[in-house]
């Protein structure tokens, strides 16, 4: 079971939006500034989509954008296009002895 | 820019010890700016941080596997290994090489990811 919780599977027409909730506790997503977003296509390594929470790094399309709300942080994706169709994680620092942890992944289905 | 490379067996008995190496290039493992990191995926599972090394050898490893497990750093070969003793098919994954910025808390870039089966 996954430190972090999050929907199995999301969603979405092409040209709509969603969100991805990632739920955690106080000692991670809620404690700290420090949530990530990574995609992974089939067969692929994960590639940084936000970090701390709402930064794009350089490259990434500004459809793509982080928020956090207690301990609940969310990915939304805006304008959704076929080759956003992945699995998304999202990570947290944590004060416990782990340091790192994860979220479960969500598949994001463009119909 | 910067890129992950593991290698290393593609399967491993159980009892013995899984080996890989991750090698770095487009820039150098001893900057001091990084932790390098392994990161592991169960087939049809999440990610799970296995632990980090500093350049200096300093390292971090996740309490669930720290028993087992050894990271160390070749900086005149730009490389860091990780060793994991006593497999089980359990630890049958996908492992993962990343870079952190020091201080910060996320990975980038990542290794394309080795698979590793426990099986006699």
């Known amino acids: 079971q996954s430190a972090l919780t999050q929907p199995a599977s999301v969603s979405g027409s092409p040209g709509q939006s969603i969100t991805i909730s990632c739920t955690g506790t106080s000692s991670d997503v809620g404690g700290y500034n420090y949530v990530s977003w990574y995609q992974q296509h089939p067969g692929k390594a994960p590639k940084l989509m936000i970090y701390e929470v709402s930064n794009r790094p350089s490259g990434v399309s500004n459809r793509f954008s982080g928020s956090k709300s207690g301990n609940t942080a969310s990915l939304t994706i805006s304008g959704l296009q076929a080759e956003d169709e992945a699995d998304y994680y999202c990570s947290s620092y944590t004060s416990s002895s782990t340091l790192w942890v994860f979220g479960g992944g969500t598949k994001l289905t463009v119909l | 820019q910067v890129q992950l490379q593991e290698s290393g067996p593609g399967l491993v008995k159980p009892s013995q010890t899984l080996s890989l190496t991750c090698t770095v290039s487009?820039?150098?493992?001893?900057?001091?700016?990084?932790?390098w990191s392994w990161i592991r995926q169960p087939p049809g599972k999440g990610l799970e941080w296995i632990g980090y090394?500093?350049?200096?050898?300093?390292?971090y490893y996740n309490p669930s596997l720290k028993s087992r497990v050894t990271i160390s750093v070749d900086t005149s070969k730009n490389q860091f290994s990780l060793k994991l003793s006593s497999v089980t098919a359990a630890d049958t994954a996908v492992y993962y090489c990343a870079r952190a910025p020091r201080g910060q808390w996320w990975f980038d870039p990542w290794g394309q990811g080795t698979l590793v089966t426990v099986s006699s």
């Open positions: 090394i500093y350049y200096s050898g300093s390292t």
């Open positions: 487009g820039g150098s493992i001893s900057s001091g700016d990084y932790y």
